[in-house]
DNA sequence: TTGAAAGCGCTACCAT
DNA sequence: ATGGTAGCGCTTTCAA
């Protein structure tokens, strides 16, 4: 491994000046930087992480802490936080909480053994985690008191429910896989918020068995907003197959905008939550803790945006089933 | 933040003492060690990475290099990896080649310049990644000559085509979406190799138009073989919109087993990845790279298997559509 | 069994 | 503008 030192001898100068010319900080002439550098060049110099991190107590790495990566929400997110810490000059050390707080709690210590600057939590179920030794950023829901930013999930639901009422639908059915889900709660009770005297609507938390959509159809349902992109493509394909058309006799609606929502047909109309922007906040938040910045930015909300594709459209201006009570 | 030499001066010994006691290398009595593991819990000690690297010139972390962990293929991998490295004591540093060679090239340089004391890369288009500094390991198809293990991607074919034909089927489509993919290509060519001489085949590479099922159908194709589990989505979802039962009329076969195939209905018969084995071998090779062992383990392949779940079928008795000419 | 001390590569202070 | 040097926290001889 060639060093500062091995430069420094090389050019018959000190390592301090190498140093120097090296990080651009002291003040060295111009001549100086430019030899330094062509020669560092030249040997294909690199600073050693652990000589620079020991000294500066700094790692420039980021931990990330994800309930399962397998999911297929987390990837994106992953993907986001990567993009965004590269550009602050971090990288991403990840580690899995395997959807439980121990799991959590353990990674949590793993990566501070690993000397990370900061860690990003996502925690699933409204657990606070408890880290002392480095500043650490949260993505939770909005009602979580403990968090540094978040999608505001409940926005997404009154997004979804207000498309399909301007698109003349007057009875829902609300489709969620886990009511325990605070991700998932806080969508419904979006939806819930603009149904409201609005619209019929019925909540069903879909666990093994899947409701009977053609009796709901009969009984007047023509729009399924669901919690998520995986059970609106369950709806849609459950739908079809019973014979109910997409759109036409029966919209449906998914949330997260998963990369299978443009590959099945009809493609799904859905909800999509600002990963990017979620990732930047959390890296910001994060960049200006370490660098023990005086005021640090307050937790903030990010708006979801709704895309319409093929699975959603117009109440059917006759009843699709002539056989309705 | 506190040190062994905060320890060895609270108890009145030395940091030597300390450091051995806690890492068990030395010959320190038992009663030191007690006295020292436990003192070191109450003050909350902490090893310092940086420190230990430094001196080890190791840092315990593996940089895991791949093209877009938004596909949906990659976490699952992803997690495998994390899993296994935590086995072995390393942690995982992830960076995004953005399916570029010279994307490639840069997260391979960062990744060095953090200190990793290892590689993992999955280079998409069968590019030799260039790393002299420290081990690499690279997660390949079998036909490219420089991987350190490979999925079986031709023996997944194989897998997909022999099920088919064992339901009696005798005309297939096969479906891929990236004739340049060498993973495509050869899975395709497992498919091929099994059907030729069995059965009548047609490949089609989709690129925005998708075959007309119907047609097909009326051509006397009932089974459909994909590259990927997101294709056959499409193509089940194709197919049952025109009125084509899956898998009555027509059985498809996905790939990769990725979490929507139990969610769509029918739920997808698929070739799963031994991503689990695949991730097991390349830390275990990199592990042994790192340590200098004498004997490295040779390039390895990895079988896929079978999940027939209910978008395959028997190929049906009569002609599902009488208008065949 | 324990301790003193060197040194990993880097940065930052202080002196020249 | 440049150089000498201390020291970050740890491990590892070597000596006691």
Redesign the interface.
């Known amino acids: ?1 060639i060093n500062q030192k091995q430069i420094a001898n090389d050019l018959g100068i000190s390592v301090a000046t190498v140093s120097n010319a090296l990080t651009g900080k002291g003040r060295v002439s111009e001549d100086v930087i430019r030899l330094v550098t062509s020669r560092a060049e030249e040997l294909g110099y ?6 620079r ?2 000294k500066t ?1 700094r ?3 980021l931990g990330l802490v994800m309930p ?5 929400v ?3 997110f ?2 986001g936080v ?2 965004e810490a ?1 550009k602050c000059g971090f ?6 909480s395997r959807s439980t707080e121990e799991g959590q709690t353990k990674a949590i210590k ?6 990370v600057d900061g860690i990003i939590v996502l925690p699933q179920r409204r657990t606070a985690p408890n880290i002392n ?1 480095v500043p650490y950023a949260t993505a939770s829901t909005a009602s979580d008191p403990n968090n540094t930013v978040a999608a505001n999930h409940t926005q997404g639901g009154q997004l979804a429910a207000h498309a399909l009422l301007d698109l003349g639908h007057r009875n829902f059915l609300l489709l969620g896989s886990d009511a325990l889900s605070p991700v998932q709660k806080d969508r419904i009770e979006g939806m819930i918020e603009v149904l409201n005297g609005a619209a019929q609507y019925e909540v069903c938390w879909v666990s093994e068995s899947f409701p009977d959509l053609v009796q709901k159809n009969q009984d007047g349902v023509t729009a399924i907003l669901t919690t998520s992109d ?2 609106a ?2 709806a ?3 739908a ?2 019973s014979g109910l058309k997409c759109p036409e006799a029966i919209s449906v609606m998914g949330f997260d905008d ?3 929502a443009t ?4 493609t799904l109309s859905t909800i999509v939550p600002d990963t990017t922007e979620l990732a930047r906040r959390l890296v910001a938040y994060l960049d200006a803790a370490i660098r023990q910045e005086p005021t640090l930015p307050t937790p903030s909300i990010v708006d979801m945006t709704i895309v319409l594709r093929e699975s959603t459209g117009p109440v059917a201006t006759q009843f699709p089933n002539p056989t309705r009570r």
Chains 1, 2 share one sequence.
Do not use: W, Y
């Not at 690199?46 to 000589?51: I, K, L, N, Q, R």
């Not at 990288?91 to 899995?96: C, K, M, P, Y």
């Not at 793993?110 to 000397?115: E, F, H």
């Open positions: 491994m690199f600073p050693s992480a652990a000589g991190a020991l107590g790692s420039g790495i399962d990566i397998t999911k297929p987390f990837p994106k992953a993907e990567e993009a590269e990288g991403i050390l990840i580690a899995n793993q990566l501070i053994q690993r000397g030794r995986l059970l493509l369950r849609v394909t459950e079809e197959r998963l990369p299978l590959a099945v047909r009809p």
